[in-house]
Every structure is written in structure tokens, then in C-alpha cells.
């Protein structure tokens, strides 16, 4: 039952994406036809600080459709179970995840809170506990699979896995999405797995399409002020 770390790799995302948004873009204002445009601002006919600079504008203005036809896919592991349900409540995305029902869970991983590794008491009982119920785990599994539960054992005895138990998810999210989800989960209000997840994303997000995701992250990153209120500010920004 080792413990595991949020790792998150970039799968896949729309190729050439500021030449997609910036088409997009400009297909609302344009009179032409952008589908004979977008051959030349792949091969660099407008330059990319152009269209950067284009885009970067007219998202400003609140305009935010043409970001939503470019997406990235991540594959995500060492996360709880408690981050993904958090993470799958954002129902404008794409997910697949590890399946409870078909993969054995009698070795499970586990994710530890920082706040019981910094205490070795509660450290130490965090582990007891997860030593049970690995236990009560293998013997109800191998119960339901003398009473005649076969494969179907695997499904009953998850009932006794922890929010703690390590998941695998792949998520796909547009542009638009992700804004979003980086201004509410990059944010210290939201929790320390998801936001370090979150965290993650948006450094590949920032490296692969500057300008859109140049500004993202919690919302007083853009605002220079903390709209969360006096209760719930962290001090980083002024409070409005
Ligand atoms: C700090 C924090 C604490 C939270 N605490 C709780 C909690 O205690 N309990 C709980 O249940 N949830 C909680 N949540 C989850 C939260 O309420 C949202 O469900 C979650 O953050 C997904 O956000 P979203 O709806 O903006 O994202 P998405 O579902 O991806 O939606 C994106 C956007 O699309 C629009 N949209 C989507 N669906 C609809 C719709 N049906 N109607 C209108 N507009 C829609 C909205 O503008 C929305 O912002 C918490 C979230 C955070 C960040």
C-alpha cells in the first residue's frame, strides 16, 4: 500500500490552437471566409504576436466562444478520491476514470494529507487504519468469492475503501472550462490536493497557449484584489 503524489501529463491538445481561436475570432467579425484563412496563419502569415494580441483583446471584452473550440486532455494520477469528486462537479469537461468495480483494489495506494505527515501520531493512526481496511478488504473479497460473487466480489468489497484510496482519471477540458476551473481551484479557498492538481495544469496550459492562460488562476490573480471576502481571504491581495 504505497503513497502516492499528483502527477499530471499533458495526452493531447487541438493543434495549433492560436491559429483556431484567432480564426474563430475573427470569423465574427470578418466578411470573408476563415476556412481559407487558416492555412495562412499556420504557415505564419500573420504573425503569432499578432494574433496573440488579437485575441488577447477581444477576450477582454468578455467575448469567451472562439476559446471553447481549443481543448487540452490531461491523464492524472496519484489524486484521492475525494479530489475527484471534487474535480468531476465541473460538468463542462470530459472524464474517464479508474474504475473501482473492475481493478482490484487489495493493495490500494493511498494519498496522506500534509497535515497528518507533519504529526507522526496521526500519521502513525492514518496508517493503522489503512492497514484495516486493506485487510477487511482482501477478507470480504475473498468471502464473496466463496459465496459464489466471483468477479462481482470486486464491486461489494470497494465499499470499504477510504476517500483517501488513490484514483486515475483522464480529463478534458476546453479553454473556457479551465479558466474557470483555475479561478475556482487555484484559489487557497479550494483545497490543497486539487489546488496543487490545478496548479499543475495551468503551468502546462501557460507554456502551450500564453495568450489565453497568461493571467489564469485564482481570480485575484487578474483582479489584484481578493474577491473572497474577509473571512475567507488568504492576504495575498487586498481585500476590494
Ligand atoms: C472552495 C469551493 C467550495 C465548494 N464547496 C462545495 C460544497 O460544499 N458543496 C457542493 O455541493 N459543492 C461545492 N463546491 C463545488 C461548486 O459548487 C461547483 O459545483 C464546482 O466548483 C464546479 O464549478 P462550476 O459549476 O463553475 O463548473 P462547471 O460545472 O464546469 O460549469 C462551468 C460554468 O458553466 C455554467 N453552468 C454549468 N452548468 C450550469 C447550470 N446547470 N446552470 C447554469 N449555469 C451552468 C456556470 O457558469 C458554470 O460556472 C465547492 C467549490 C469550491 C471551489
Known amino acids: 500500500m504505497p503513497q502516492k503524489t499528483c502527477r499530471v501529463e499533458l495526452v493531447a491538445s487541438t493543434p495549433n490552437p492560436m491559429a483556431v481561436i484567432y480564426a474563430a475570432f475573427r470569423q465574427c467579425y470578418h ?49 484521492s478520491r475525494a479530489l475527484t469528486h471534487q474535480l468531476v462537479r465541473h460538468r463542462i469537461a470530459s472524464f474517464s476514470q479508474q474504475s473501482q468495480r473492475y481493478v ?18 496521526a500519521k502513525a493512526r492514518f496508517e493503522k487504519f489503512l492497514d484495516e481496511v486493506g485487510d477487511a478488504y482482501q477478507e470480504l473479497k475473498q468471502i ?8 462481482k466480489a470486486k464491486e461489494d468489497a470497494r465499499f470499504v475503501l477510504p476517500q483517501a ?31 496543487d492538481m490545478a496548479n499543475q495544469m495551468l503551468k502546462i496550459c501557460r507554456t502551450a497557449l500564453p ?28 481585500l476590494p
Not at 504557415?43 to 477576450?59: L, T
Open 211 to 238: 495568450c489565453v492562460f497568461e493571467d489564469a488562476g485564482a481570480r485575484c490573480e487578474k483582479l489584484k484584489y481578493c474577491p473572497e471576502g474577509e473571512k475567507f481571504t488568504c492576504g495575498r491581495y487586498p
Open 144 to 151: 464473496l468469492e466463496e459465496n459464489g460473487r466471483g468477479e
Open 31 to 79: 466578411a470573408g471566409f476563415v476556412g481559407d484563412m487558416h492555412t495562412k496563419l499556420v504557415d505564419g502569415d500573420i504573425s503569432e504576436e499578432k494574433q496573440a494580441a488579437f485575441i488577447k483583446k477581444v477576450m477582454e471584452s468578455g467575448h469567451a466562444s472562439p476559446i471553447e473550440h481549443v481543448s487540452f486532455t490531461f491523464a492524472i494520477e496519484g489524486v
Open 104 to 121: 482490484d483494489g487489495s493493495n490500494f495506494d493511498y494519498i496522506l494529507p500534509p497535515a497528518f505527515a507533519k504529526i507522526p501520531e
Open 165 to 195: 484510496t488513490e484514483s486515475k482519471i483522464v480529463v478534458t477540458m476546453n479553454c473556457r472550462s479551465l479558466l474557470n476551473f483555475f479561478e475556482h481551484r487555484c484559489c487557497t479557498r479550494a483545497q490543497w490536493e486539487i489546488r
